[in-house]
Each structure stands twice: as C-alpha cells, then as structure tokens.
C-alpha cells in the first residue's frame, strides 16, 4: 500500500488526485487551488469536478463569480475515501490490536523506519521491534509461531513486507542507549503499538 498517497493509489489518475485534495480538508476550495493542489490543470479539474458533484460526492456551491467545491463527508464513498486518508493510523491500532489477541504478548512492539515517519509507499517494509518477554526462551516455539502469525497478519493488511527486528527487554534496553543508526532512529521516529515505551525500555536495564 502506498501510505503517502493513499486515495490516489486506489483511485489512480486526476481524479483520484482531485479526491485526495478534497479528503484533506473541511474547506471549501475553488477550481484554481484545487487544480494547484492536485497538480494537475484548470481544464482537467473542470471536467472532472460536475462529475463528481454528480454523484453526490462532491458539494457545489456558486459564490459568482467563483465556484466552490468540497467533499461531501456523510456519502458512502466519501466515508471510504476519509477511512483511506486515515490509513496509517488505521493501520498502527489494528496492529495494537493483533497482539492483543496473541496468546503470549510481547512486553513492547515498536514500528520505526518509514512507516512510523508516514514515508511509506507501495515497495516500503514495514519495521517492526518486538521485545520478548524475559520468561521466553528465544527458540521458544509456540512463541516463534505466535509472532510469525502476527507478522503475516500486519501483511495481509497492509499489503507491505513486514520486518521484525525481535530483542530481548534487556538488549532493547543496551541498544537504545548505544549508537547504533538503526536504534537512533527507533529512539526519534518509533511508534508503540502495545506495552512499553522507548523511555519505559531504556529504563529496564537500571531497574
């Protein structure tokens, strides 16, 4: 899935880019500075905006000597299109949710890299650090397969590669008091999904 330009990746061409600038505002917009959004010309705008006020999508109103257009929220297709824009943070809860449901959770699941800085486009993983709990063994096979599980799942829903970088409570707690990159940017961009914070690990190892 591309996370960055979500409706125009389902709804591919200027109409899909007239869509995605409707869908980022509760403002009303003239032709102009929708056409200067989406990127595309005043001719192509004018064809496509009677269509969509058409079908009920999108809202006219004359205010002469302009026009302006904004995106009708209640409509069954605009409620897709604003789930869309929303991805990302549809995405973040239900992966909290996923481990929820696991039968042993971790102690922290982190996203970082491009998905957790809202970079993430069609051919982007998605980063993942899973703290294992200290009572399981790290060839602990149930738990191996718990994890696999959940991985796939996060797959499925995305549609993105998904990379899990798993650590102890105690190695999480090292590396992200060490210099490593990869940690750094944990440290900057990581977005907890379930059970402890970045500053809750750091702290594991005085504890």
């Given at each position: 899935?591309?996370?960055?330009?979500?409706?125009?990746?389902?709804?591919?061409?200027?109409?899909?880019?007239?869509?995605?600038?409707?869908?980022?505002?509760?403002?009303?917009?003239?032709?102009?500075?929708?056409?200067?959004?989406?990127?595309?010309?005043?001719?192509?705008?004018?064809?496509?905006?009677?269509?969509?006020?058409?079908?009920?999508?999108?809202e006219?109103?004359?205010?002469?000597?302009?026009?302006?257009?904004?995106?009708?929220?209640?409509?069954?297709?605009?409620?897709?299109?604003?789930?869309?824009?929303?991805?990302?943070?549809?995405v973040?809860?239900?992966?909290?949710?996923?481990?929820?449901?696991?039968?042993?959770?971790?102690?922290?699941?982190?996203?970082?890299?491009?998905?957790?800085?809202?970079?993430?486009?069609?051919?982007?993983?998605?980063?993942?650090?899973?703290?294992?709990?200290?009572?399981?063994?790290e060839?602990?096979?149930?738990?191996?397969?718990?994890?696999?599980?959940?991985?796939?799942?996060?797959?499925?829903?995305?549609?993105?590669?998904?990379?899990?970088?798993e650590?102890?409570?105690?190695?999480?707690?090292?590396?992200?008091?060490?210099?490593?990159?990869?940690?750094?940017?944990?440290?900057?961009?990581?977005?907890?999904?379930?059970?402890?914070?970045?500053?809750?690990?750091?702290?594991?190892?005085?504890?």
């Amino acid at each position: 899935m591309d996370f960055v330009r979500p409706i125009e990746a389902v709804v591919p061409g200027a109409q899909g880019r007239v869509l995605a600038v409707l869908a980022e505002t509760t403002a009303e917009l003239n032709l102009r500075t929708i056409a200067q959004l989406a990127g595309i010309s005043q001719a192509q705008a004018s064809r496509l905006l009677p269509d969509l006020v058409a079908l009920g999508v999108v809202e006219r109103r004359e205010v002469p000597p302009a026009s302006l257009f904004r995106l009708v929220p209640e409509h069954v297709a605009s409620q897709v299109l604003l789930a869309l824009a929303r991805s990302t943070d549809t995405v973040l809860d239900e992966m909290g949710r996923l481990v929820e449901a696991l039968p042993q959770r971790p102690v922290s699941v982190i996203v970082f890299g491009s998905f957790a800085r809202r970079e993430a486009v069609v051919d982007s993983d998605i980063d993942v650090v899973v703290v294992r709990p200290a009572e399981v063994d790290e060839d602990d096979d149930a738990w191996s397969a718990s994890i696999e599980t959940w991985r796939r799942d996060v797959r499925l829903l995305t549609g993105n590669p998904v990379e899990v970088l798993e650590v102890s409570a105690d190695e999480a707690a090292t590396k992200l008091a060490g210099r490593a990159q990869v940690w750094a940017d944990i440290r900057r961009d990581g977005r907890v999904v379930h059970g402890l914070g970045v500053d809750q690990l750091r702290a594991v190892r005085s504890a």
